[in-house]
Nanobody, 126 residues
Framework: QVQLVESGGGLVQAGGSLRLSCAASGRTFSKQSMGWFRQAPGKEREFVAAITWSSSSTYYKDSVKGRFTISRDNAKNTVYLQMNSLKPEDTAVYYC???????????????????WGQGTQVTVSS
């Protein structure tokens, strides 16, 4: 069983930056693709970014391209989401997710991920 714990959320002014971290338990992290999703109040959870288990590819929601960067450190069993130039519309609970090992397929869907963290709140004030 894989457990995911997010951290790094908080309150920031528009234009500011935050770095989210997601620490994973277990020995399979380096073989799992990782994703970040978010859910704003009254809205469905949506894809934000993903990185393949091999780190060969990254994927982003169009509205965060050029502002957010996903990365991973397999030695630390941790995936990161660097968020720059934050906007009020980025306000949401951010969730980390892990796929099954050696997953290949769509990274944009919640169904592609088997494990989820509890979420961390990001609030961007205008």
């Amino acid at each position: 069983q894989v457990q995911l714990v997010e951290s790094g959320g908080g309150l920031v002014q528009a234009g500011g930056s935050l770095r989210l971290s997601c620490a994973a338990s277990g020995r399979t992290f380096s073989k799992q693709s990782m994703g970040w999703f978010r859910q704003a109040p009254g809205k469905e959870r949506e894809f934000v970014a993903a990185i393949t288990w091999s780190s060969s590819s990254t994927y982003y929601k169009d509205s965060v391209k050029g502002r957010f960067t996903i990365s991973r450190d397999n030695a630390k069993n941790t995936v990161y989401l660097q968020m720059n130039s934050l906007k009020p519309e980025d306000t949401a609970v951010y969730y980390c997710a892990a796929s099954r090992t050696y997953y290949t397929g769509s990274y944009y869907s919640e169904g592609s991920y088997d494990y989820w963290g509890q979420g961390t709140q990001v609030t961007v004030s205008s």
